[in-house]
C-alpha cells in the first residue's frame, strides 16, 4: 500500500512528539573536555569553504530532473563536536535529500535492533569496489554485499523490525531524525520523481528478495528505502548526525542513545571501507576517515570519539560524490591531522 499523505501526516505527528520526548531529557550537568584542536575548527572550515567556493568541477545528479532543480552554486561545510559545538561556514542550512547518506543510520538501526552479526550474516560488510547503482554488481549480490549499496541498503530497510509498511517507515524516519536531533522532512516531490523512476532498484529488490537476502515483501523495502533516500536534511544535520556516531552513539544535542556504543567501530568500519562506493580505496587513502557521501550532495566524516565533517554541494564527480564537499573534508582532515590511520594527507 502506498504511503497516503494522511499516514505521512500522521508519521510526521509521531516522529514531532517522539523528537519533543528526546528534547525533554536531561542535559548533563558537565559535559565532556573540549577537543584539543578547539581552536583550529572555525579557520579550517573557513579556509575549505573559501578555498573550494568558486570551484564549478562536476554537475548535479540528473537521474532524476528534480536534483537538477537544486541550485549547483550552493555550498556549506560545518564541523560538529561531540559535544554538540557547531563551525559552519557557507549554505550549512539549506535542505536537500539525503540520499545514501541515510544508508549507515538504517544499517545502525538493524545493528540496534538485531545486532552486528545478523547485518553482516543477512547482507554482507565486503565493498564491492562498484557503482552504488551497478547492474554488473548483480552477480555478486547473491553471496556478499554491504548496506551501503542500494542492494544492502535496501535489504537493511527490509530487516527492519515490522509488521506493517506504516511501522517499518515510522521506525526508519525515526530513527534518522533521532541522529539529527530534530524531526526531519520527506522531500515529497524527490519521493514522487524518484519512486516513479526507481526501475533500476525494483530490480535489485526482486533479485534479492528470489536469493533469500530480502526480508520483507520487496515493493515495500522499495518504497521505504526510497522515502528514506527523499528525506530532507542540511549540512548542519548531516554534522550532528555524524557527531552522534562521534559521540558513541549518543547523540549532543538531545542526550539520547540512538544506538549501542558498543557497535559505532562496526558501523564506521563499513563506512570507511564501503562509504565511497568505487572510490573508498582512494578516499581513505588520501583523507582517512569514516564517511558516507550521497547523491543529493551531501557527505559526512567522522572523527572517531571527537567530531563530524560535513558539507554540502550538489555538484557530483563521475563515481557520484561531491566535488566541493569531498575536497573541503579531505583538506580539513589533513589540515587537523586526524586521518585514523596517523596520516596527515597532503
Ligand atoms: O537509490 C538511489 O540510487 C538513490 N536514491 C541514492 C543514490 C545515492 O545517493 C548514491 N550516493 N552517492
Avoid at 540528473?62 to 559552519?88: C, M, N
Avoid at 520483507?216 to 556516531?245: F, H, K, N
Amino acid at each position: 500500500m502506498i504511503l497516503t499523505s494522511r499516514i505521512a501526516e500522521t508519521l510526521t505527528a509521531v516522529v514531532a512528539t517522539a523528537l519533543l520526548s528526546f528534547a525533554a531529557a536531561p542535559a548533563h550537568s558537565r559535559g565532556p573536555a573540549p577537543d584539543p584542536l578547539t581552536k583550529e575548527f572555525q579557520r579550517v572550515v573557513d579556509e575549505a569553504y573559501a578555498k573550494y567556493k568558486d570551484l564549478k568541477d562536476g554537475k548535479n545528479a540528473d537521474y532524476i530532473p528534480i536534483l537538477t532543480e537544486t541550485p549547483s552554486d550552493l555550498f556549506g561545510v560545518v564541523i560538529v563536536t561531540k559535544d554538540g559545538k557547531v563551525y559552519a561556514a557557507g549554505d550549512v542550512d539549506y535542505v536537500f535529500s539525503i540520499q545514501s547518506v541515510s544508508k549507515p543510520f538504517t544499517a545502525a538501526l538493524v545493528m540496534t535492533e538485531q545486532s552486528p552479526a545478523v547485518l553482516k550474516e543477512k547482507i554482507g560488510v565486503e565493498p564491492t569496489g562498484m557503482a552504488f547503482n551497478s547492474k554488473l554488481a548483480l552477480s555478486i549480490y547473491e553471496n556478499s554485499v554491504n548496506p551501503l549499496v542500494n542492494a544492502g541498503a535496501i535489504a537493511a530497510v527490509s530487516l527492519v523490525q515490522a509488521t506493517t509498511e506504516e511501522e517499518r517507515w515510522n521506525k526508519v524516519a525515526l530513527n534518522i531524525s533521532a541522529f539529527a536531533g530534530r524531526p526531519l522532512p520527506v522531500l515529497e516531490k524527490v519521493y514522487e520523481s524518484e519512486y516513479s523512476t526507481a526501475f533500476g532498484n525494483r530490480g535489485i529488490a526482486n533479485l534479492l528478495y528470489n536469493w533469500g537476502r530480502l526480508y520483507s515483501d520487496p515493493e515495500e523495502a522499495l518504497r521505504v528505502y526510497t522515502r528514506q533516500c527523499s528525506i530532507g536534511v542540511s549540512a548542519r544535520d548531516l554534522g550532528v548526525m555524524g557527531a552522534t556516531l562521534a559521540n558513541g552513539g549518543v547523540n549532543p544535542l538531545t542526550q539520547k542513545q540512538v544506538m549501542p556504543a558498543k557497535h559505532v567501530p562496526e558501523l564506521l568500519a563499513v563506512m570507511a571501507t564501503a562509504g565511497f562506493y568505487d572510490e573508498s580505496g582512494d578516499w581513505m587513502y588520501t583523507a582517512a576517515l569514516p564517511a558516507k557521501t550521497g547523491v543529493g550532495g551531501g557527505i559526512v566524516a567522522v572523527v572517531p570519539g571527537r567530531f563530524a565533517i560535513a558539507a554540502f554541494s550538489p555538484r557530483l564527480n563521475e563515481a557520484g560524490n561531491s566535488v566541493r564537499s569531498l575536497n573541503a573534508i579531505r583538506d580539513i582532515a589533513g589540515e587537523l591531522g586526524v586521518g585514523v590511520f596517523g596520516a596527515n594527507p597532503d
